[in-house]
């Protein structure tokens, strides 16, 4: 950056880091991932939690649970939540399991925007289920529908058993409650794109638009695991390359008439080898550029119903964030702001930002967020630097 406030930026990371290292800095959590349920009432075809054979319908057939109002209460009670924290323009999300079975939510979301009026609720949910009463829209700032197809067919061979006709009428029913309420609840697509979709993304802009007016439309590649690897070959790498260009460019123009944001992952681009699109593509992400990603360092934390930590990012591999939990000796449990602070937190925050961690990173759109913001202003807060010399100075007057 010709302007200089990205180095700005990232020699104060750093410095913010070794002082959180040495326990003389603290930080907030920005956004707080929660655990509201682990049951689903599908089984997509791709989804490495939930399967058909699962007794319980839960992820990874986990005794199912549902976390509760007073579960909620005690997570912002006690030396767990200091009140400096309730004036914080915190972001909650949920996107386990499928948020609107918990019958408490309701109960759950009105608490915590009056609890915290200054917080923003996210919910990712799969659209099935319509809304449990009208005003809940007052109580969620962003709510986002996962939509994996533009017709009947290819929507319900993978959002199984769903029925895409009923699907269509309750997030119908999630957008009449906005106007009905006048609320500020804004929708938007995610699309988990392969080669069983990709030929309906532009289809699936249009009836984003159509069904909620949808702020974007996200999507995130197809990632098979074990137990779904009968999907490799759709894969967005085993897919026709020329083909799948054509309906992402033919997606990206649907978008622009239609004044929709398309969020398209960095790493779709790469795997369609795609040089010639991200050239002269705005929306193309250079992902070295995700040490700058703020979701880490913007003091995310994602708690299971029981206030323990459980991802460091919800976006890496599994395999790698159990590695780099490892590897860093995170503590698993504990008082959110300890958690956040703890000095292991801050050597992983100092080695991400110096880019040695890029190897973990999932490539997504926040790593492309975090260096925009970064390269365009400055962070508001000056740490300065206490010195070498002033540090052994003042052991000496001990
Ligand atoms: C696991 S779901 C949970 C929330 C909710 N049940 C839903 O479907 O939106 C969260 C997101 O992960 C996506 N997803 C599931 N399996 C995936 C896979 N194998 N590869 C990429 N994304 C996947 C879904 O499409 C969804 O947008
Ligand atoms: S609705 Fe979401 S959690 Fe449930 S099976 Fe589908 S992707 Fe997985
Ligand atoms: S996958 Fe990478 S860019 Fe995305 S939130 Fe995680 S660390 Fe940040």
């Not at 106007?179 to 030929?199: A, D, M, P, Q, T």
Request: aromatic residues 10%.
């Amino acid at each position: 950056m010709a302007n200089g406030v990205l180095e700005y930026n990232e020699k104060q990371l750093v410095l913010q880091a070794k002082m959180g290292i040495r326990g003389k800095y603290k930080i907030y959590p920005e956004r707080i991932y929660l655990n509201l349920t682990n049951r689903c009432n599908l089984y997509c075809v791709m989804c490495s939690h939930t399967s058909k054979d699962y007794k319980n319908k839960t992820y990874d057939d986990a005794l199912p649970f549902s976390t509760t109002l007073e579960d909620i209460k005690r997570l912002f009670e006690g030396g767990n939540f200091p009140d400096e924290l309730r004036q914080k323009p915190i972001e909650f999300c949920s996107f386990s399991g499928e948020t609107f079975l918990n019958v408490n939510i309701y109960e759950i979301f009105r608490y915590i925007k009056e609890e915290l009026p200054c917080s923003r609720i996210a919910v990712t949910s799969n659209g099935t289920i319509p809304p449990v009463r009208d005003d809940i829209v007052k109580y969620i700032d962003k709510l986002a529908f996962s939509v994996d197809g533009s017709t009947k067919e290819t929507y319900e061979a993978i959002r199984t058993p769903a029925s895409f006709e009923k699907a269509k009428a309750a997030m119908a029913r999630w957008y009449e409650a906005k106007l009905k309420h006048e609320s500020e609840i804004s929708f938007g697509f995610n699309v988990c794109l392969s080669g069983l979709n990709i030929r309906e993304l532009p289809g699936i802009v249009r009836l984003a638009h159509e069904l909620c007016r949808v702020e974007n439309v996200y999507c995130q590649p197809l990632i098979t695991y074990d137990k779904t690897k009968e999907l490799k070959k759709y894969e967005l790498n085993n897919i026709d390359v020329r083909e799948a260009r054509k309906y992402l460019e033919e997606a990206v123009n649907a978008a622009r008439d239609l004044g929709v944001r398309l969020d398209i992952q960095q790493s779709i681009w790469d795997l369609l080898d795609d040089s010639k699109i991200t050239e002269n593509n705005k929306l193309a992400v250079d992902f070295t550029k995700n040490r700058y990603c703020q979701n880490l360092r913007s003091n995310s934390l994602v708690l299971t119903h029981d206030s323990k930590l459980r991802y460091l990012c919800s976006f890496m591999h599994m395999d790698q964030q159990r590695e780099l939990m490892n590897k860093y000796n995170i503590p698993a449990g504990g008082n959110m702001m300890d958690l956040l602070n703890s000095p292991q937190m801050w050597k992983l925050r100092k080695d991400f930002i110096e880019g040695k961690c890029l190897g973990y990173c999932g490539k997504c759109l926040y790593g492309q967020s975090g260096y925009n913001q970064l390269s365009t202003s400055k962070i508001p807060e000056e740490v300065k630097d206490e010195g070498f010399l002033a540090g052994l100075l003042s052991r000496f007057k001990k």
